[in-house]
């Protein structure tokens, strides 16, 4: 194996030395979380679905309903949590409901497999057009696991404003006075210098399809969720790659309901 | 906490494990993508860039124990594009600034070798974005040959090609522009 010449060993502390005193300021991490807030909302400014909005406000922190909020004004949703807050036993779900101010259906296990594994509240701000904070609220984030499979996520929150849903779900399940609603979305994750080809860009105005860049391969994963309003409390259950149908779902969902 | 624990965590979109992960590499980040573009106002653009896209695009990341390589990936391809963009060479006051920085020499060994750090250090910053990088990531964040083809996304032999022509650039440029004896087979 060649050794490497004096003056090549030395590269390492040159360039050390280069970058002597050069640190990371406070100014560019306040430009980072702007641009962070900036991105997710003009990524959905555009035009986004009632389903989209459903499936991102599971999956992401942050949502632009476009219109989608009765109330007409709360136009994007920014959300954080601090899972260091939340508990890992369900034991500690009553100290979690205490902090969301509400209690709410859960499950422990449900009967085909999947296990309580984590919770955490966190909180959620409405925004206008302007950026304006409308309304605070909390939410909650239960996790569960099957073994290495896919996690499957409940978020719950009390929305402020109801979500009209204008175009219909894939599936529905009538459940007494309660329906619940079945979705699910294609996401294709690509390389950030990825090109889009003329198909991408017609199943990107589809309701359920997304395109996001970032991946180091293009790869497709298909979410599922399901989602219900009991009591004024919004409950979506959701994951992505599952091997769940939606009647598994659908099962899922009346367990934490209580009425399977 | 583990480094694998937060990123899970920041997947499932907690914020506060995405600001542990940028403290714990936002200076590294910094100093590669300074060291590659050349240019501390572009490095900040690039590590910007690169914290935005690693915050909105987390979901993506397969492996958890992965993270900073994925990372280093965004980053390196990213400030490889803002390299190409702007001029491959400081400008000389910022240079001599630089060297000049808090250091006085007080004896005629540390001017020696300080004219040699300066001598390589130019040498390294007027190399072509392509090699630059490859130098830098190879020699300065010591990332093997097959990592570093994995982050440009070309092949092993590419980024062997790039280092080989780079040595010998940097040999060239020492013993010809500053007069350093430069020994050794490339």
């Known amino acids: 194996m060649k050794t490497r010449d004096s003056w090549e060993e030395k590269i390492k502390d040159v360039l050390t030395l280069e970058c002597d005193g050069l640190t990371a300021s ?50 994007s949703v920014s959300s954080h949590s601090d899972w260091r807050d939340g508990c890992s036993s369900y034991s500690g779900m009553e100290q979690q409901q205490k902090k969301l101010g509400y ?59 109801a979500i009209a849903r204008t175009n219909p779900a894939d599936e529905t399940r009538i459940c007494g006075d309660i329906t ?22 017609v199943n990107q105005e589809k309701d359920d399809y997304f395109i996001a860049y970032g991946s180091d391969k293009v790869e497709i994963q298909k979410s599922a969720a399901v989602e219900w309003t009991k009591n004024g409390i919004r409950y979506q259950l959701i994951g992505f790659d599952l091997s769940l149908s939606a009647d598994e779902m659908f099962d899922m969902a009346e367990e934490v309901m209580g009425t399977k | 906490m583990t480094e694998e624990t937060l990123v899970r965590q920041m997947k499932e979109g907690d914020k506060v494990s995405f600001d542990l992960l940028y403290e714990k590499y936002k200076n590294m980040a910094l100093h590669t993508a300074y060291l590659i573009t050349g240019d501390r106002s572009y490095s900040e653009d690039v590590v910007q860039d690169t914290f935005v896209k690693v915050y909105l695009h987390c979901r993506e990341l397969k492996n958890d124990s992965g993270f900073k390589a994925w990372m280093m990936q965004i980053l390196v391809r990213t400030a490889y594009k ?19 920085t808090g250091r006085s020499p007080s004896s005629l060994e540390q001017v020696i070798m300080q004219e040699e750090a300066q001598a390589i250090a130019r040498a390294v910053r007027t190399l072509p974005v ?16 097959n990592e570093i083809a994995q982050m440009l996304g070309c092949l092993e032999g590419t980024v062997k090609s790039r280092l080989h022509t780079a040595r010998k650039q940097l040999k060239k440029a020492l013993e010809d522009d500053f007069g350093m004896t430069v020994s050794g087979v490339l």
Do not use: W
């Open chain 1, 26 to 75: 406070q100014d560019l991490k306040d430009r980072i979380d702007e641009e962070i807030l900036r991105s997710q909302e003009a990524g959905h400014m555009k035009h986004l679905s009632v389903k989209k909005l459903i499936i991102g406000v599971a999956v992401g922190c942050l949502l632009i309903s476009g219109g989608a909020f009765a109330a007409g004004k709360v136009v």
């Open chain 1, 103 to 161: 209690a709410v259906d859960s499950v422990e296990q449900f009967s085909n497999g999947y296990q309580f594994e984590k919770a955490v509240v966190g909180e959620a701000q409405g925004k206008d057009q302007d950026k304006n904070t409308m309304c605070t609220y909390k939410f909650m984030s239960i996790v569960y696991a099957r073994g290495a499979e896919p996690t499957v996520s409940l978020y719950i929150e009390k929305p402020v404003a």
């Open chain 1, 180 to 201: 619940l609603n079945y979705d699910s979305a294609t996401h294709k994750f690509v390389p950030p210098n990825y090109e889009l080809t003329e198909e991408d860009k």
């Open chain 2, 82 to 100: 803002c390299g190409r963009k702007k001029s491959r060479e400081l400008p000389d006051d910022e240079a001599v600034q630089k060297a000049d």
């Open chain 2, 130 to 145: 392509k090699q630059r990088s490859v130098v830098v990531l190879y020699y300065y964040q010591q990332y093997q040959i």
